[in-house]
């Protein structure tokens, strides 16, 4: 009987996103083809330390708060068959309880925000050489950094709504000076963010000046830097990337927010937001946003799998990318597998189809060559 190829799910991280990267991985271990691939849940804390995966299978009903006792520690060499080590509290190896903890073949990183989507953990799995689930450092972290993001795009030709990069230092030094530079570059309404994360989490939508310095703190709160953007008066448009080399793109959907913009509770807490799949665009409209969403997966070396939220401008049919996903939510009900069940490749086969994307997107890796020779002889 041919072994199954054994996949950590890792979940969890010290992140905003944290619980939204719990009901991600729930979903994935229950889909996951069972003749093909092994799951081994590891849970990663709020406070960052990995969990076995019996521990991690438990805590994943009851939420990963700190656990005393052993834990995963991860060795970042290719010669450590996975990486991954049981450590007692004083990070002392201890024996191993089985092969799950060190014969792990891929990762499937279900990780949002940051360290976990943005280059950190794609670091890690680089130096231990294991293959894994999505985008490498680079593309990882371009894409979670909105405004290095559209930096790109910009210099590609790619359209994206106007904007400004505020430094949390600015803030403590000139606040006032801040909102009167934001307040000649766009009008209200605008969005504030964190640069750095996902799931809207510390996003605001300000109306008046009030507002704008409220939005401006919270944010500063998660990131550094924070990037102000124009409001766009349009409709919000997903659509899902899959792929390497030559990724394709998937049929388009609209999300209708049951809010005023599309912000976390409207997200993951009620259901008052509407998902229309596929979106009601026509084919010119369709055809742009197809093409824009695998330019911008390209633009930024991404691979495996991303969303791209889009807005088509209501007026004008304009279509500006918003942001760039590397790892979406990933529940059944998520955009990212909704739109590809919807183009004809269900939930299972999805999930089979990014594994298979992370092994070749490994063996392309490694057979780089890693060291040079420079030529010997005679001058």
């Known amino acids: 009987m041919t072994r199954r190829i054994r996949v950590g799910v890792l979940f969890g991280g010290r992140s905003g ?4 990267s719990l009901q991600s991985a729930a979903s994935v271990l229950r889909a996951l083809d069972r003749e093909r691939f092994e799951p081994v849940p590891i849970g990663i804390t709020k406070e ?25 520690a991860f060795r970042p060499d290719p010669g450590s068959r996975g990486g991954l080590i049981a450590v007692d509290d004083a990070d002392r190896a201890v024996a191993p309880a089985g092969p799950s903890l060190v014969d792990v073949d891929v990762v499937f990183p279900v ?15 680089e130096l231990a050489g294991i293959p894994y689930v999505g985008s490498g450092v680079l593309a990882s972290a371009l894409a979670m950094d909105k405004a290095m993001q559209k930096d790109v795009f910009r210099q590609k030709g790619i359209p994206v709504a106007d904007y400004t990069l505020v430094r949390a230092r600015e803030l403590e030094t000139d606040f006032d000076a801040v909102l009167r530079r934001i307040e000649a570059s766009f009008p209200y309404p605008m969005f504030v963010k964190p640069a750095n994360l996902g799931s809207s989490v510390g996003i605001t939508k300000a109306h008046d000046r009030d507002e704008l310095a409220a939005g401006l703190r919270l944010a500063a709160e998660y990131d550094r830097r924070v990037i102000v953007e124009e409001a766009i008066d349009g409709r919000e448009i997903e659509c899902s990337v899959l792929g390497n080399e030559e990724p394709i793109a998937s049929l388009p959907g609209e999300v209708v927010p049951g809010h005023e913009f599309y912000d976390y509770e409207a997200k993951y807490v009620d259901d008052s937001s509407r998902l229309i799949i596929p979106a009601e665009l026509d084919p010119a409209t369709t055809a742009r946003i197809q093409e824009l969403a695998v330019q911008s997966f390209l633009a930024l070396d991404a691979s495996g799998l991303a969303r791209v939220d889009f807005f088509v401008e209501r007026g004008t049919g304009r279509v500006l990318v918003n942001e760039v996903n590397t790892m979406p939510g990933f529940t059944r009900i998520s955009m990212y597998p909704k739109l590809w069940e919807a183009s004809g490749l269900p939930y299972t086969d999805l999930l089979t189809k990014l594994i298979e994307l992370a092994f070749e997107r490994h063996r392309a890796r490694v057979a780089l060559r890693t060291e040079y020779r420079p030529k010997t002889g005679d001058r």
């Open 48 to 72: 960052g330390r990995w969990l076995l995966p019996a521990d991690a299978a438990k805590a994943l009903e009851d939420g990963l708060a700190a656990m005393e006792g052993r834990f995963l």
């Open 111 to 125: 990780l949002h925000g940051t360290y976990g989507e943005d280059g950190t953990v794609q670091g890690l799995l």
């Open 17 to 20: 996103e944290h619980e939204v």
